[in-house]
């Protein structure tokens, strides 16, 4: 390990105890989202934290039409030069399997409780990698900004999506990195995401006189079929980006995740819905997909007169940054000098919120103590020494782009 890394270690050594309590207060909060509570209060905390050491923070107003509780984005920053580099986290969770998940646990070196790796613990690792990197001058002619956001459980629209929206994501930036729980990989790309509601209207009738309604259900069946059909294909479309050796490499399309209608057993539904949830390779056209899904839907509902209404109820674009890129080549010397061995570049079978910076021509990536297959179960939890290690990565990475 390099003289940088063992001072960084120490100085992080010294405050474990403190990040583990910050942890304790940020699991406590119960920002469920679904239905986004608790943001406020949270804000405040992660604010009062950020102050405590050093780092400047400073509270965006969130505008705009949401459902969320007091949301507001924390933004904070360590150095003042003029490279950049961006931190981000989301401070809201899923919601909770028990109530005692909002008490964080200490069990056989695990740290236990929802958003201890998706991703409060994250959260605490950047802060503190940070503020390592202040301390003990590694950050040179350089600055990291600290973006903290809520609603990334429900599509980060309110949230990053402000931070894009409102130009307050700096183009010019060198690289961002979020602290999803990717293990001991780093997520160098993301799927994009097309969510669809297929709505149908007919004619109600008593179950006596049914031949007089239009059954929406049957309809509904009908038109799902195919998109089946569709999803089966797309499952086949491997994607070239190296994954978890476990999960599927073609694009995931979920048809029917959700779907209601009707007022009785005895009536013919008058109306009927179902939802349509996609995960798309970044090699796909989400465009051309998009229009290929709504073909298939007018098609089918066409050949039995189905009166039908699509609505796009969410479209977000993939992320993909090449591994051999300078930034992601510095971040995997940074993971290697702190794990001992060498780091691998892998795709995230999800949709990350580095598709915003992505965007705007950003490398971004996603590196995080923690482990998906955890991450929104009922034993969620966080190996205590990956959460030291991680925000050593991350006190290593500020030195190696800004220096």
Not at 8 to 28: G, H, N, P
Not at 175 to 182: F, G, L, N, R
Not at 238 to 267: C, E, K
Not at 341 to 370: H, K, S, V
């Amino acid at each position: 390990m390099s003289a940088t890394a063992e001072h960084v270690t120490a100085w992080l050594d010294r405050r474990s105890e403190e990040m583990v309590s910050l942890l304790a207060d940020l699991v406590a909060e119960q920002t469920e989202n679904p239905p986004g509570a608790g943001l406020g209060h949270c804000a405040k905390i992660l604010v009062d934290a950020l102050d405590r050491l050093g780092l400047a923070p400073e509270v965006i107003d969130i505008t705009g039409p949401h459902s969320l509780e007091d949301p507001a984005i924390v933004r904070a920053h360590a150095g003042s030069g003029s490279k950049l580099l961006y931190f981000h986290g989301h401070y809201d969770v899923v919601p909770v399997q028990d109530r005692g998940q909002f008490t964080l646990r200490r069990q056989g070196g695990k740290l236990i409780g929802r958003g201890t790796a998706d991703m409060k613990g994250g959260i605490v690792s950047m802060v503190y990698g940070a503020a390592a990197a202040q301390e003990l001058g590694l950050i040179g002619d350089g600055r990291v900004v600290i973006h903290l956001v809520p609603d990334e459980e429900t599509g980060s629209v309110v949230g990053a999506g402000h931070l894009r929206a409102h130009d307050l994501i700096d183009p010019s930036a060198l690289a961002m990195v979020t602290a999803e729980p990717s293990g001991s990989a780093i997520w160098n790309a993301a799927r994009g995401a097309i969510s669809l509601k297929v709505s149908f209207a007919g004619r109600e009738a008593h179950v006596g006189q049914a031949a007089f309604g239009v059954n929406t259900f049957a309809q509904m069946v009908h038109v799902a079929q195919p998109l089946l059909a569709y999803a089966a294909e797309l499952a086949d479309r491997p994607t070239g980006y190296p994954m978890d050796p476990a999960d599927p490499t073609g694009s995931m399309v979920l048809i029917g995740g959700r779907s209601g209608g009707g007022s009785n057993f005895n009536v013919v539904p008058p109306d009927c819905w179902f939802t349509v949830d996609s995960r798309f390779n970044p090699e796909e056209d989400l465009e051309a997909e998009l229009r290929r899904m709504q073909a298939i839907i007018r098609t089918a509902a066409a050949e039995v007169d189905a009166d039908v209404t699509v609505e796009v109820t969410q479209f977000q674009p993939p992320a993909g940054t090449p591994a051999d890129h300078p930034a992601g080549a510095a971040l995997a010397r940074c993971v290697e000098t702190v794990r001992g061995r060498p780091a691998t570049f892998e795709m995230c079978g999800g949709i990350l919120e580095n598709r915003w910076y992505d965007q705007l021509g950003i490398p971004a990536f996603a590196y995080g103590a923690g482990r998906l297959d955890v991450s929104h179960g009922p034993n969620e939890n966080v190996d205590e020494q990956e959460l030291f290690r991680a925000a050593a990565v991350y006190a290593l990475y500020a030195a190696e782009l800004l220096q």
